[in-house]
Structure formats: C-alpha cells, structure tokens
C-alpha cells in the first residue's frame, strides 16, 4: 500500500519558536500532499493543499505566513509553525493523494505541544 | 445542511454482530466515496474506497453507494473489540479538485 511517513511525531517548543513537520510519500510520488489540523475529540480540519512546485492553497481562517508550506519535490512537503502559541497545539496530520483515484494516504501524525 | 453528515454515536454493537455506519453528502455530483478508521490518538486509515452505486465488498467490510439518495454506508460483518474506533466518511465533491470533504466520524464500539 501507499505509506507515508512524518517527522518529529511529537515535539514540545516553547511558545515563540517554530516548528518544522516534515511529510514524505515513500513508495509513491504525490503531486499533491493536504495538511490537516485535529483538535481533541474534533474532526479533521483541512488547513492547505500543497502541490509541488508551486505555492500551497489555505483554507479560508488559515493564515500563511503563519504556516508555511513548502513542496519542493514529489515526496516530501513542509509545514513549518512560526511563532507558536499554546493555542497552536494540536494534533497535524499530513496526507498524501494517489493520483488519479483521489485516495488519501494520512501519514501517523505530529502531536505539537507549545508550552 | 453540513456537507457531509455521519451520526457521531457511540454505536454499540455486541462482538460477532454487523456494525452498519452510515453516511449521507449534500453535493449531488460527488464521485468518488471513501470510509476511514481512526483509533484514538492516531491518524486516520484508508479502509474502503467506492465509486460507482452498489456494493464493493472487502474482507468483512462492505461498502455501499446509493447516488439517487445521497448514501454511503459501511457494513463490518463478524465485528471485533480491535473494530473499536472512529470512523470517518470522506467525500470528492464535484468541482473540489481532489479535495475531500470529511464527516465529523460515528464512534462504534464494539462489546465482549
């Protein structure tokens, strides 16, 4: 099957500092890589579309300069949060999509804490 | 109306017994139906995929479409304790690129 893997699984920073998530395709290349956001016992809430080579779309309420996307090739995409704050922790769940089928393949997740 | 409707549960079902979740989408030209499974504190898991009106069957999980009425369910046969988890219904809607809208997921448990 598709797998996907993510970088740190969990990370503790202080608030001000940034993190970087790291997503990577392993058996497949995925021209389009999705970064979601979970809250406790909330669903899934979709934060950007990252194609590659190209700049990331954000959902509405997302702001961009605070979650900087970077796809710079087939298989790996970038979420870095700059300035973190209590507020930005949370469960972030990357995806990676199969072409043409449309199937999403989640990677196991970054549980950020921001003390 | 939401987008992509699931009843949150929990959905009790006794071990050995048919869990049936259901799904219904509001976007009449969706084509493409996914159910996931997401344990606690993990990261959801692509477990049925279906496109076309019917059933598409896959070890003890069925899927079923019905694109008149705006369903999808999910049927898991001989359900198990390990069964245990949040189940997710994804939807492709027309025009969404290859977004996928999720519902807010059916807790089931599954009892000895």
């Known amino acids: 099957g598709a797998v996907v893997s993510q970088h740190p699984s969990r990370v503790i920073c202080k608030s001000g500092t940034s993190v970087k998530i790291e997503c990577r395709s392993l058996?497949?290349?995925?021209?389009?890589m999705f970064w979601y956001r979970q809250f406790p016992k909330q669903s899934l809430m979709l934060m950007a579309t990252s194609n590659e080579g190209s700049k990331a779309t954000y959902e509405q309420g997302v702001e961009k300069d605070k979650f900087l996307i970077n796809h710079a090739s087939l298989t790996l995409s970038t979420l870095t949060v700059t300035s973190a704050h209590p507020e930005d922790s949370s469960f972030y769940i990357c995806?990676?999509?199969?072409?043409?089928?449309?199937?999403?393949?989640f990677g196991p997740g970054t549980r950020l804490t921001v003390t | 109306q939401k987008e992509v409707e699931q009843n949150s549960g929990p959905l009790s079902v006794p071990e050995g017994a048919i869990a049936s979740l259901n799904c219904t989408y509001s976007d009449r030209g969706s084509q493409s139906f996914f159910w996931y499974r997401q344990y606690s504190g993990k990261s959801p898991e692509l477990i049925m995929s279906?496109?076309?009106?019917g059933d598409k069957e896959d070890g003890r999980f069925t899927a079923q479409l019905n694109k008149a009425s705006q369903y999808v369910s999910l049927l898991i046969r001989d359900s198990q304790p390990s069964d245990s988890a949040t189940y997710l219904c994804?939807?492709?809607?027309?025009?969404?690129?290859?977004?996928?809208?999720f519902g807010t997921g059916t807790q089931l448990k599954v009892e000895l």
């Open positions: 058996d497949f290349q995925a021209t389009t």
């Open positions: 994804a939807v492709n809607k027309a025009g969404g690129g290859n977004k996928l809208t």
């Open positions: 995806s990676a999509d199969l072409a043409p089928i449309y199937e999403q393949y």
């Open positions: 279906i496109y076309s009106n």
